[in-house]
């Protein structure tokens, strides 16, 4: 049994910040590749951010240069720095990540959404 739980998110100004943390917990062997995702009302889930086991990053080119990626492998968490807000950036953000269990199969997890407003 494995479980992502994500947090973080909020009602922000344009301009302001927030850091999401997802936290992933149960019976896992190694997580593989970490990212974020985000979906906005009538729009497709989207990639937001990815990290691999290396710590190899990509970004969506909407977020380059105001949203950092990052992982701690000791505790099974991944975060979501975000500067410089902007009203389109509104959307449930959600964690993913590639899991091999302790049953050794490889699924991806999900976590359950943060929701993330940037209005004035």
């Known amino acids: 049994q494995v479980q992502l739980v994500d947090s973080g998110g909020g009602l922000v100004q344009p301009g302001g910040s927030l850091r999401l943390t997802c936290v992933a917990s149960?019976?896992?062997?190694?997580?593989?590749?970490m990212g974020w995702y985000r979906q906005a009302p009538g729009k497709q889930r989207e990639l937001v951010a990815g990290?691999?086991?290396?710590?190899?990053?990509n970004y969506a080119d909407s977020v380059k240069g105001r949203f950092t990626i990052s992982r701690d492998n000791a505790k099974n968490t991944v975060s979501l720095q975000m500067n410089s807000l902007k009203p389109e950036d509104t959307a449930v953000y959600y964690c993913?990540?590639?899991?091999?269990?302790?049953?050794?199969?490889?699924?991806?997890?999900w976590g359950q959404g943060t929701q993330v407003t940037v209005s004035s």
């Open positions: 993913k990540a590639n899991i091999r269990t302790l049953s050794l199969r490889l699924t991806d997890y």
């Open positions: 990290i691999s086991s290396a710590g190899d990053t």
């Open positions: 149960g019976s896992i062997y190694s997580i593989y590749t």
